[in-house]
């Protein structure tokens, strides 16, 4: 593989690994240095002659390994106890996949659009007090939050408007 190959996938698979390893660690610092250290040592083999046959799986059992490790050690539990329990399921897979295709799509919403939800949706701000926060109307947050969902459902490839999106499962970032 080479080194543009590497960071096309990098890019593609960054966002879902991080999402997949924030599940289990829960702190999103050590979630990102977990996949920076597993796409570091994974390029290390490559370079080394070692390619796996699958990287998006080898990416993903290496990041369980590893976010395990990190909860092994934090909880000062036997890395068996925790290892039953988190076994690399395809379900773990398309959640990770979901939440990344979520956040980026937040990502790219307007700023002032993008606070609005945020502040509604993760901090469970009411609409009054993003308006106070903010120095907008109530009417302007409904707007904000209109075109968040509107946008997001575009994302979700979802044209039904009374559909709603599952917002509940966004870990605090």
Same mark, same amino acid.
């Given at each position: 593989?080479?080194?543009?190959?590497?960071?096309? +996938?990098?890019?593609?698979?960054?966002?879902?690994? &991080?999402?997949? *390893?924030?599940?289990?660690?829960?702190?999103?610092?050590?979630?990102?240095?977990?996949? %920076?250290?597993?796409?570091?040592?994974?390029?290390?083999?490559?370079?080394?002659?070692?390619?796996?046959?699958?990287?998006?799986?080898?990416?993903?059992?290496? #990041?369980?390994? *590893?976010?395990?490790?990190? #909860?092994? =050690? !934090?909880? =000062? $539990?036997?890395? @068996?106890?925790?290892?039953?329990?988190? !076994?690399?399921? +395809? +379900?773990?897979?398309?959640?990770? +996949?979901?939440?990344?295709?979520?956040?980026?799509?937040?990502? !790219?919403? /307007? /700023?002032?659009?993008? $606070?609005?939800?945020?502040?509604? =949706?993760?901090?469970?701000?009411?609409?009054?007090?993003?308006?106070?926060?903010? &120095?907008?109307?109530?009417?302007?947050?409904?707007?904000?939050?209109?075109?968040?969902?509107?946008?997001?459902?575009?994302?979700? &490839?979802?044209?039904? %408007?009374?559909? @709603?999106?599952?917002?509940?499962?966004?870990?605090?970032?």
């Amino acid at each position: 593989m080479n080194p543009r190959e590497f960071e096309k +996938e990098y890019n593609r698979l960054l966002l879902p690994l &991080g999402m997949y *390893a924030l599940r289990m660690v829960m702190n999103v610092s050590d979630a990102e240095d977990i996949v %920076q250290n597993v796409f570091v040592n994974v390029w290390n083999h490559i370079q080394e002659d070692y390619e796996p046959d699958n990287l998006k799986s080898y990416l993903y059992r290496a #990041v369980r390994n *590893a976010a395990l490790k990190y #909860v092994a =050690k !934090e909880s =000062k $539990e036997s890395l @068996t106890d925790i290892n039953e329990a988190a !076994e690399v399921t +395809e +379900e773990a897979v398309d959640t990770s +996949e979901r939440d990344a295709r979520l956040w980026q799509a937040v990502n !790219e919403l /307007p /700023p002032k659009c993008r $606070e609005v939800f945020l502040m509604c =949706k993760r901090d469970n701000y009411s609409y009054k007090e993003i308006a106070e926060a903010l &120095g907008i109307s109530i009417k302007t947050v409904e707007n904000h939050l209109t075109k968040a969902m509107k946008s997001l459902r575009k994302a979700y &490839g979802i044209k039904d %408007q009374s559909i @709603t999106i599952p917002i509940f499962f966004l870990p605090l970032v």
